[in-house]
Each structure stands twice: as C-alpha cells, then as structure tokens.
C-alpha cells in the first residue's frame, strides 16, 4: 500500500495537535466555566447576605432591588411556610414552597451562604434553587433564591464559548500550517522523483530547481551533480560504443588501404627504374603523395590500437621538413604560405620523441588541418620552442616542453563546436570524418602533454606541448 511521506508527517502530527488543542481547550472553558459559576454565586451571596441578618421587615420592594442587582428571584416566607414577599407570580410562589427540596437549606442557617443550587421545575419553568434560612428577622424565616436555569445557561455559554472558539481557531491555523508545509515537502520530493524517473529514462535536458536550504536542498544539488555525472558518462559510453564499432571498420579499411598504396608506390618506384626517360618530378610528387596518405592511415592504425610494430624513435624537427615536403605540392597548387620555424641548433637536439612515426602522424593532421582552414592564398606557420619545465604538463615528468605552436589565417572552429573538437567523429568540415584532432590530442596525452585550441590576433593557433628530457621522451 502506497503511504505517501506527506501523510506520514501530516497525520501523527495531527493527531497530536488535536489532542493537545481540545485537551487545553476544554480545560480552559471548564475552569472558566467553573469560576464564572462561583463569581455569580458570591455576588448572589453578597446580596442574600444583608438579608440573613437584617432585623426589618421584607417586603416585595426590597425584593425587587435584589432582582434588579442580581437577575435572580426571591421567594420569602414565615414561620409557618406563609408566602411573606416575592418576586414571583402568587401561585407560582406557592407551587415552588410545595416542592421537598424547598423545605430543605442548602446553606449553613445564619452563615448568608447559599451552598450548592439544586434544579427545580414549577410549571413550565425551570430554575436553580438555594435556600437560606434568615435567624434575625422576626417575619422571615426562609428565603429561596431561584436563578432561572435559561440565565445560568447563558452564562456558562459566555464564559466556555471564547475558549473553545480560540482552541478551535488556534487547532485550525496548526493544521493548515502543517498541512502547506507537508504538502511543500512532499511537492518538493515528489518533483525529485519525478526527475529521477526522467534520469532513469536518460533524459538530462533539465536540471531540478534547487530551492530552500535545507536537507532538500542538500538532495536536490546532490542529484543534478549525479545527472551530470551520469549525462557524461551515457554520453562517454555511446561515444565509445560509437568509437569502438567504427574503429574496427576503419582498421580493416586502413589495412587494405595501406596494402593497395604499398602496391602503387612500388608500381611507381619500378616505373621509374624501368623508364629512365620520363618526367621524373611528376612521379617523385606522386610518391610524396603516396608517402602523406601511407603515414595518414598509419596514424589511423595508431589510434585503432594497432601495436604490431615497436614505436621508432626520431627527431622533431626533421618530421616537420619531411611534413613540409609531403605538404608543399598542395601548398603551392592553392597559393598557400607554409613556414616552419624550428629553434637554435642546440635545442634541435631535444627534440627527440619516442614514436616518431605517430608523432608525425598527429603532426600532419594539425598541419594539414591548417592547410585547408587556411584556404587560397592564406598562410600556416609552425612555431617549434623548447622550454624549461616550470609547470605540469601531464602524467610524465621531464626537464624540458617541447611545443610545437600551428597558427593559420583560417576562419577559426565554430562556437558550438569549440567544446568538443578533440572528441571523435567531431568535425566542421562536410567532407571530413573527425578523427586527425583526436589523434593528435591522444598523442600529446601519451606524452605527457596537452593539445589546446585557441583563437588569437585573428588567427587560429593549436597548442601541442609534451614532456621531454634531453635523452628523449
């Protein structure tokens, strides 16, 4: 059975507040009630109480301002239970002196004091009695005080209304108030469960409103971080289920590609051999092209974790040059400045890298990349320094960051793909496929480093660092 946390607070909550309001409230309107009764007897008393002790005769004038005082009836008799004074109608006088309890005191003879009033009923009415015996007169020997029940009645209404009113008010505000904050808290979980069921769903388009500062709170901010979380790691497992699929595809076309340019180039190499007479250039610019698409599919084979063959070490500088041979045909065709800029020959000389073959590799696609951002009649320069170690730059440690800085006068990466170009498959070009800056990052990640883009002085400059030390990496 489905018991929601609202009435799990509402409810004992509740009923406490109840219990405690009513046993309060009518605690109150009793003793209200209770000393209301006793103030109106000892004001009936204070006036009975001159006559208790009075030596003169009474008379019903007399008794007509003790009404007048004190809203009761009176009823005097003699001796011999003659009617001597009263305020009542004669036979109804008469009819109440007939009653048992009449003969009988409900006070102490002498003392002014009425006792405890007893209920009467004489014809159609009903009253209060009390009885007081009158010692001093020598005419009155009894007097009935008769408070008409209807009167006392009202007054105890007076006196237990207001109690029972505040109790009931005061029991009305708690629940209305306990009632809006439990339903606030139960609203407020209940939007946190739906958003995790939206979770469940792997819907991550709103975060949950974060109000209050309370324990709410505390959850609420708790389960956007875990939407986020979960969002990158839904999005992290689709990438690599992605990554993974079309990784296998394309080591099996990059195998079969790097077979067929094997066989072309070598059908080239024995043209040459053969035919000395021909246009050598035209076919060295054909092998240079043979040789950029060859080390293109070897870094598609790097990233496809293709480890069959050790990592060959090698120099920076002498990548670049080869770089920008495989490179300078298609800068000349599109009227397109290339410039690399290496440093002093002493640093040249610490720029050895571990695997020269990826690190060419990633090189090309950056520098390609800047190529063809760069357009016709645009320019690419390549900026190489060897800096000292002064902060982090990775898992790996060394004595020297050797960055390589590619600046072109292209257009820039697009704002909405700034924040995910080094993930795969992620590009702007229609004809690209996504995966040169990802190679290039996961290199500089192999070596300690970093890959970073940046948008400066209206150029488009990537920042590619990696430890180094003077031995190599």
Same mark, same amino acid.
């Given at each position: 059975m489905h018991w929601p946390i609202r009435n799990q607070i509402l409810l004992p909550f509740a009923i406490v507040q109840t219990l405690a309001v009513a046993v309060l409230s009518v605690s109150a309107a009793w003793m209200a009630a209770d000393r209301a009764e006793r103030e109106a007897v000892g004001r009936l008393e204070r006036v009975v109480a001159t006559l208790s002790t009075a030596s003169f005769p009474v008379r019903v004038p007399i008794l007509q301002q003790m009404k007048g005082l004190?809203?009761?009836?009176?009823?005097?008799?003699?001796?011999l239970g003659r009617i001597?004074? =009263?305020?009542?109608?004669?036979?109804?006088a008469t009819l109440i002196l007939s009653i048992p309890q009449a003969s009988t005191p409900t006070g102490v003879p002498g003392s002014g004091r009425l006792g405890r009033l007893q209920p009467i009923t004489a014809g159609d009415q009903a009253w209060l009695m009390g009885t007081v015996q009158i010692l001093q007169s020598p005419e009155l020997k009894q007097l009935l005080v008769l408070v008409p029940e209807q009167q006392?009645?009202?007054?105890?209404?007076?006196?237990?209304?207001?109690p029972l009113m505040i109790g009931a008010v005061t029991l009305l505000v708690m629940v209305s108030v306990s009632f809006w904050l439990a339903a606030r808290m139960g609203g407020r979980l209940k939007r946190m469960q739906q958003h995790v069921q939206q979770l469940a769903?792997?819907? /991550?388009?709103?975060?949950?409103?974060?109000?209050?500062?309370?324990?709410?709170?505390?959850?609420?901010?708790?389960?956007?971080?875990?939407?986020?979380?979960?969002?990158?790691?839904?999005?992290q497992i689709r990438l690599s289920e992605r990554t993974s699929l079309v990784t296998q595809v394309a080591g099996g076309?990059?195998?079969?590609?790097?077979?067929?340019? =094997?066989?072309?180039r070598m059908a080239v190499q024995l043209h040459l051999r053969r035919c000395r007479d021909t246009d050598r250039e035209s076919l060295n610019v054909a092998l240079r092209q043979l040789s950029l698409t060859e080390n293109q599919i070897r870094g598609l084979l790097r990233l496809t974790r293709d480890a069959q063959q050790p990592p060959v070490a090698g120099r920076l500088d002498q990548l670049l040059r080869t770089i920008e041979e495989l490179l300078h045909p298609q800068c000349q065709h599109s009227n397109i400045r290339l410039a690399v800029e290496l440093p002093s020959v002493q640093d040249c000389e610490r720029l050895e890298v571990a695997d020269s073959e990826q690190m060419q590799a990633s090189l090309l696609n950056l520098v390609q990349n800047a190529v063809e951002a760069a357009g016709p009649g645009g320019h690419v320069i390549v900026q190489?320094?060897?800096?000292?170690?002064?902060?982090? =730059?990775g898992s790996l440690s060394? %004595? /020297?960051?050797?960055?390589?800085?590619?600046?072109?006068?292209?257009?820039?990466?697009?704002?909405?793909?700034?924040?995910?170009? /080094?993930?795969?498959?992620? =590009?702007? %070009?229609?004809?690209?496929?996504?995966?040169g800056l990802t190679l290039a990052a996961q290199t500089a990640e192999d070596h300690g480093g970093s890959l970073a883009y940046e948008r400066i002085d209206g150029l488009t400059r990537f920042r590619f660092e990696i430890a180094s030390d003077s031995t190599g990496v």
């Open positions: 004190s809203g009761a009836d009176y009823v005097a008799s003699g001796s001597t004074a =009263t305020t009542l109608d004669e036979d109804i006392w009645q009202s007054l105890r209404q007076e006196v237990i209304l207001p769903s792997l819907e /991550f388009d709103q975060l949950l409103p974060v109000t209050g500062s309370d324990e709410l709170h505390e959850l609420a901010t708790s389960i956007n971080r875990m939407a986020q979380d979960l969002q990158n790691s839904t999005r076309l990059a195998h079969q590609l790097r077979n067929s340019i =094997t066989g072309a190489v320094s060897v800096l000292p170690t002064t902060i982090p =730059t060394g %004595k /020297f960051v050797i960055r390589v800085d590619v600046l072109d006068s292209g257009p820039g990466v697009s704002e909405e793909l700034r924040s995910r170009i /080094f993930e795969p498959f992620v =590009t702007g %070009k229609p004809e690209g496929v996504g995966l």
